[in-house]
């Protein structure tokens, strides 16, 4: 092993990358997906805030009062900056619609990390005041330390979610002008008191969303910590009990740990997977199977009326992934509606497509026909005839004619169109409805060039109601 990687060398190196990094280092790639998912993500903040279960926290928090330092997005007033990014980050994930999924080395890899980095970085630069650039820089160069991170570990899911902190930490450590040892400091904070969902998705808890919020508030904070003079671990990842090495056998290095520290500070790695519609990434060829669906009823009956289906049934290929995806739709709300097969392909089929609006639990209550096919849907393994990872989706009909939709289960890593992920910024900023469109049509034209601004608040003033 390289001497300078011994620990905490390679700990060092990684923190020392991330505080010089700049906008010159970055390539046209990252610049241009990071584009991308700052609109992907400001939209679902738009979409989060009609999440109505989430509405008493801001209430709450609006009556404990406090500093103004920081602005509420798709939302109004002031909080203090903890506690605006905390409820920022918890909006932008409310309806799991946000970025994902790093792309390292060529590997996929599961990951979290935009709905916090982004909300977390625009409440940062309204309340600092940054470019553009430095608004791209200091997100690249905090996710890029995350996702090597993430890379070196044997099991990555859900680890990933314990890492989400630090990335909070990395990105605020830039905005207080950390220097190397400060930010490992701040970066041990970030790790000791890391939170992870645990079984949330399992369970359908509203931890998998307030886990973001809590990141970012603990990465602020963990900045402060280490502006403040205090001291941190040699080793907060790598080191005895560090982060990484607690996931481990036996607290050794990981077997990649070398290879998560190739071209650093030469090659960035970021997130840039987007979702088609709210909800876990691998309801995604259900919901297409369901818009399939839905176009062959419209243009068998001229229209798609629930009441003319019998019953839908899902079909999973034994090699995608099945877990809590594949569990009965028993709830009627929206957690569970996020991460189930049976009432995406449900919903999709009658509706067209998985829109914000739908997913919520009052307009799940609302739609007797949606409640009675996704309850009664069954969820099956078959083997398709090319023995790839499919989902297929069967709507029987009243009638006895049947109709049938197969999609590949990997139309969750292909990339959007600038159309698709404009439209999907429209649906959620109409369905929040409480700005002009001409925000919406400013948001959409300085994201594709947020850096050439001299002063990030042009875009942030954009994202909130003004008293």
């Known amino acids: 092993m390289r001497e300078d990687l011994k620990s905490p060398g390679g700990t060092n190196l990684l923190c020392k990358n991330v505080v010089e990094t700049t906008y010159e280092s970055l390539s046209e790639d990252n610049i241009r997906i990071f584009k991308d998912r700052l609109l992907d993500v400001t939209g679902c903040m738009f979409g989060g805030a009609i999440v109505a279960e989430d509405a008493f926290l801001e209430q709450r928090y609006r009556k404990w009062g406090g500093i103004g330092e920081a ?14 990014a905390k409820l920022n980050c918890l909006k932008a994930r409310a309806n799991d619609f946000g970025s994902m999924l790093f792309r390292v080395f060529g590997e996929a890899i599961p990951s979290h990390v935009s709905e916090t980095a982004i909300p977390l970085s625009l409440t940062l630069g309204d309340t600092f005041g940054v470019s553009g650039k430095q608004l791209i820089t200091y997100d690249v160069a905090a ?10 570990l044997p099991n990555r899911w859900p680890t990933d979610m314990l890492l989400v902190s630090s990335a909070a930490a990395a990105l605020a450590g830039r905005y207080y002008g950390l220097d190397a040892e400060q930010m490992k400091s701040a970066l041990s904070y970030a790790a000791t008191n890391a939170t992870d969902p645990a079984n949330a998705y399992y369970d359908y808890s509203q931890e998998f969303k307030l886990h973001n919020g809590v990141s970012a508030e603990t990465g602020i904070l963990s900045a402060e910590y280490a502006k403040g003079g205090w001291r941190g671990l040699e080793d907060p990842y790598f080191g005895h009990w560090g982060l990484i090495s607690k996931h481990v056998e036996g607290g050794v290095l990981p077997p990649l740990y070398e290879k998560c520290f190739e071209d650093l500070g ?59 995806y594949s569990n009965p739709f028993v709830l009627r709300d929206q957690i569970n509606a996020l991460f189930s097969y049976r009432f995406t392909a449900c919903c999709a089929t009658l509706n067209g497509s998985v829109g914000v609006d739908v997913i919520q639990t009052a307009a799940i209550r609302a739609d007797e026909d949606l409640v009675r096919l996704a309850e009664s849907a ?19 009909m009243h009638d006895g004619r049947v109709f049938t939709a197969e999609e590949n289960f990997m139309v ?35 994201a594709s060039r947020i850096e050439e601004l001299s002063d990030v608040r042009e875009y942030t003033e954009l994202l909130y109601i003004k008293e």
């Open 71 to 84: 602005p509420l997005f798709a939302s109004y007033g002031r909080l203090p900056l903890p506690v605006a």
């Open 412 to 446: 969750m890593e292909r990339y959007p169109t600038q159309e698709e992920l404009v439209d999907k910024f429209w649906g959620q900023f109409n369905a929040f409805g409480k700005l002009p469109k001409s925000n919406g049509e400013k948001i959409i034209e300085l």
């Open 378 to 396: 069954t969820m099956d393994i078959y083997e398709p005839e090319d023995h790839g990872r499919k989902i297929k989706v069967v709507a029987e």
């Open 266 to 324: 030469k090659v960035y790695f970021t997130e840039g997977g987007f979702k088609y519609s709210p909800g876990g990434i691998p309801t995604t060829a259900a919901v297409f199977c369901g818009r399939k669906l839905h176009r062959m009823l419209k243009e068998a009956y001229g229209e798609v009326n629930g009441a003319d289906i019998r019953r839908i049934r899902v079909f999973g290929s034994k090699n995608i992934y099945h877990g809590y």
């Open 143 to 152: 996710e890029d330390f995350t996702a090597r991170l993430l890379y070196s």
